[in-house]
């Protein structure tokens, strides 16, 4: 789903993370929609559901986030709200569509000139050096995503010739469409308690690598099981050597 294809519909939101009131600021754009229930795990502070933006919207807490919820159109998490969740799998399996900001934004703007970077250890810090290398050549680059500004703000800047977007297992497990350049840096054990075991961590953190739109996978080959993931009919595969 495309930022633009919620346009006119119901929105509900879970949590309110950087990403949501992001998105509660860009609504605007859209004529006719809006967030008309915002959803938490336990009550909020008042001063969170105003950074909402969202005064009409109906506040639902806990057990009754999947009935409030199952009535949008179009649900959009928090990347801290895991899609584990038994109440987000409820949902889903209503045919409730659930997505994230970050995956709106990059179906809108699709995977050209996107480089997304991801892995357990070391992504903000390839991210950041890739935007200052990219800069010091002379590229236009906007940095995004977990580090740098949340990526549905790109909506009111010029579009620049390069984005990099630093992604997290949160953000990459539901995504649709991939970066056209996807990097992974690493893979440890990590973050059971979102994925629930290591081995759907992992495969949420792999999936960037073949999702559509991937032109180009780069990987760490001292990972062997980076290695493996990047080989699966990209047009290019170029892992970093061992020593």
Known sequence: MRFS????????????????????????????????VTAFDVAPDPGTVAALRAPG?????????????????V???SPGVSIYKPEVQALLAGG??????TSLWLAEHGSAGVLGITGTKG?????????????AAGVDVALAGNIGVPALDLLDREPAQLVILELS???????????????????FPEHVDWHGTDAVYRADKLKLLGLPGV???LVNG???????????????VAAKPRR
Request: aromatic fraction near 2%; charged fraction near 20%; charge should be positive.
């Open 96 to 101: 409730t569509p659930v997505t994230t900001a």
């Open 5 to 36: 294809q919620l346009k006119g519909r119901s929105i509900g939101v879970w949590g309110a993370g950087r990403e949501v009131r992001s998105l509660a600021e860009q609504i605007g754009r859209l004529p006719g929609t809006a967030i008309t």
């Open 57 to 73: 919207a109906r506040l639902a807490v806990g057990a009754e986030a999947v009935e409030a919820l199952a009535g949008c159109d």
């Open 222 to 236: 001292r990972f062997p099981e980076l290695v493996a993931a990047a080989d699966g009919g990209h047009s290019q």
């Open 123 to 135: 992504k903000s810090t390839t991210a950041s050096l890739a935007s200052h290398l990219a800069r």
């Open 169 to 187: 297992s949160y953000q990459i497990a539901d995504l649709a469409i991939g970066p056209e350049v996807a990097l992974v840096t690493s893979i």
């Open 75 to 77: 649900v959009v998490r």
């Open 215 to 217: 032109r180009l996978a």
